[in-house]
């Protein structure tokens, strides 16, 4: 799942300074599965700042509402009546909740209040660990299920880079070699003959933004 941080208060206090009337608006999504942005945490952000304009004597009225995902029309259409009342909204949501937000209310200011950090998996409550970077081109299969794009620093798809620092990458002494990691893998599998196969090289020309549509419903879009 899509994993997220907050910013800190004083970052968000500066981007809502000058509006008179602002909506928080939560994501009971991913960011409220990593426990960032769901109605306790709009809840919570909600209560701080009003804190801080208090402490600051700045009169503001800030509201919350959480939708079930900003990132799907049919959920964020109940805002339709709700947003035009404020002068500018706040996004719990990750990056891509954020501009379907302001796409939706393009008459309004729109602030993120999260940074999207990565696609992770749970470590813990609250503690999570970059998988995935969505390349767009999964090499997992080959790789023994180690993302060659987000454990090796430069993020190579075909064997280690020759900086390898003992077991660990040659950026730190802390971080093992992702390559390393890979040919254990795979070595344990009986697989290393996968190693071998040479993978072509990431298509970052390819930076336009990409639409993802599921087999089973090309003929509805792709027809
Ligand atoms: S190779 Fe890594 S970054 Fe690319 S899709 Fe697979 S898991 Fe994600
Ligand atoms: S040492 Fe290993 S993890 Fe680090 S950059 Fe080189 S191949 Fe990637």
Not at 33 to 44: F, P, S, T, Y
Not at 54 to 79: H, M, P
Not at 140 to 146: N, P
Request: net charge positive; aromatic share 6%.
């Amino acid at each position: 799942m899509v994993k997220a941080e907050r910013k800190p208060v004083q970052e968000i206090f500066d981007a809502i300074n000058g509006y008179g009337k602002v909506l928080n608006v939560g994501c009971g999504g991913c960011v409220s599965v990593c426990l960032v942005g769901g109605q306790k945490e709009v809840n919570a952000l909600n209560a701080e700042l009003k804190v801080h304009l208090e402490k600051a004597g700045i009169r503001k009225r800030i509201d919350g509402y959480t939708v079930e995902r900003q990132c799907n029309e049919s959920f964020l259409k109940e805002l339709d009546s709700k947003a035009p009342e404020y002068d500018c909204l706040v996004s719990m949501a990750c990056g891509a909740g954020v501009q379907h937000m302001a796409q939706r209310f393009s008459k309004i200011p729109v602030h993120p209040v999260v940074n999207t950090v990565s696609i992770g998996i749970d470590k813990d409550l609250g503690m999570y660990e970059e998988r995935c970077r969505a390349c767009g081109h999964c090499v997992l299969g080959y790789t023994g299920g180690i993302c060659p794009v987000t454990r090796c620093a430069k993020g190579l798809f075909n064997g280690p880079c020759g900086g390898t620092n003992g077991d660990n990458c040659e950026i730190s002494n802390e971080i093992p070699c992702a390559w390393l990691d890979i040919y254990k893998r795979l070595k344990n599998q009986d697989r290393l003959g996968d190693i071998l196969k040479v993978r072509p090289h990431m298509e970052w020309q390819n930076q336009s933004p990409r639409t993802i549509i599921q087999e089973p419903y090309e003929r509805r879009y792709l027809a």
